[in-house]
């Protein structure tokens, strides 16, 4: 991290506590950039929330991630829960 950092992801393992795995990827950058997934496996991951859509309908809420990258909306926050 440094000063000009405008990304943050990070990876909660819910499943050391009997729940799901979350994975949060933060941009505050006008432009979409593309995160790397560091944690699970290609196609484990499925959309929960990202900020960049108006409404869940057009966010495909439950989409399965099949790469080990995710475009991220500029000034968004996308969950993925495993």
């Not at 960049?52 to 809420?61: H, I, K, L, N, P």
Request: hydrophobic content about 40%.
């Amino acid at each position: 991290m440094s000063h000009n950092s405008r990304q943050l992801a990070y990876f909660l393992h819910g499943k050391s506590q009997n729940d799901a795995d979350i994975y949060v990827m933060i941009h505050a950058s006008p432009d979409p950039v593309e995160f790397g997934i560091q944690e699970g496996a290609v196609g484990d991951w499925r959309l929960a929330v990202d900020t960049s859509f108006d409404s869940e309908d057009e966010a495909e809420v439950g989409t399965a991630i099949a790469a080990s990258t995710c475009t991220i909306n500029g000034r968004s926050v996308v969950v993925l829960v495993n």
